[in-house]
């Protein structure tokens, strides 16, 4: 695929399947964190995670316990479980590995100039400390990450840049691409490792353009 560069003001990465090949790793990290209750409960979490890519922890941990387990009195139990993720998932990403020819095609977006930041569900402080880490921070202007939603970043960097107009989200989820219909912008779906079950029937007929890792795009 070819993208002409000069067709788009900014560019908006989601992290994990995009930059990161570590969709599978946050799986494991969440299965771990519950590791001490039933496997039933469990065992529907993951499926519920895995279908709700981009989501933050806060919502999907919240959403196990009040939705899943039906507890009304949780939040101990919920702080708990969400400084175990932390620890256990810092580890794991720490030792991911980009998703092919990301490093190449930031690079090629710097060097032409263009504005790129990260809209994750990550925790921020612990997604910009690890972009730091894989030395892919100096690509982005921002990174944005949870406990705010994709649609709140946006609504807040698009209000901060008004002078930005058309943009490219490429995510690798529904809610990446729900959110970026919602702000009028173009879309790419990575599909490398990807967690979004879709039928390739149904991205030709909603016209999403897909591409499975960077090696299959050339910005010029």
């Known amino acids: 695929m070819i993208l002409e560069a000069d067709t788009y003001d ?21 299965r771990e964190t519950l590791k001490n209750y039933p496997c039933d409960p469990v065992n529907k979490f993951i499926s519920y995670h895995e279908e709700n890519g981009g989501v933050s922890r ?17 939040n101990q139990e919920y702080q708990e479980a969400l400084e ?3 620890n256990i998932s810092k580890k794991r990403l720490f030792q991911a ?19 790129c930041i990260v809209a994750s569900g990550s925790n921020e402080i612990e997604l910009i400390e690890l972009l730091d880490h894989l030395e892919l921070s100096n690509y982005f202007s921002r990174i944005f990450g ?57 991205l030709t007929k909603k016209g999403i353009k897909t591409i499975a890792s960077f090696e299959n795009i050339e910005i010029i």
């Open 58 to 74: 806060y919502d999907k941990l919240d959403y196990f316990f009040k939705t899943i387990l039906s507890r009304n009195d949780f």
């Open 146 to 202: 949870s406990p705010n939603n994709k649609k709140e970043i946006l609504k807040c960097f698009l209000q901060e840049n008004k002078n930005l107009k058309a943009g490219l989200f490429f995510g690798d989820a529904y809610n990446d691409y729900e959110t970026a219909l919602n702000f009028g912008l173009d879309f790419i779906f990575v599909s490398f490792n990807s967690d979004w079950n879709i039928d390739s029937e149904i």
């Open 10 to 30: 900014f560019f908006v990465f989601d992290c994990d399947g995009v930059l990161l090949d570590s969709n599978k790793l946050k799986t494991q990290s969440f």
């Open 84 to 86: 175990r993720f932390s």
């Open 97 to 115: 590995k980009l998703v092919p020819s990301i490093k190449e095609f930031l690079q090629k977006t710097l060097s032409l100039k263009k504005k």
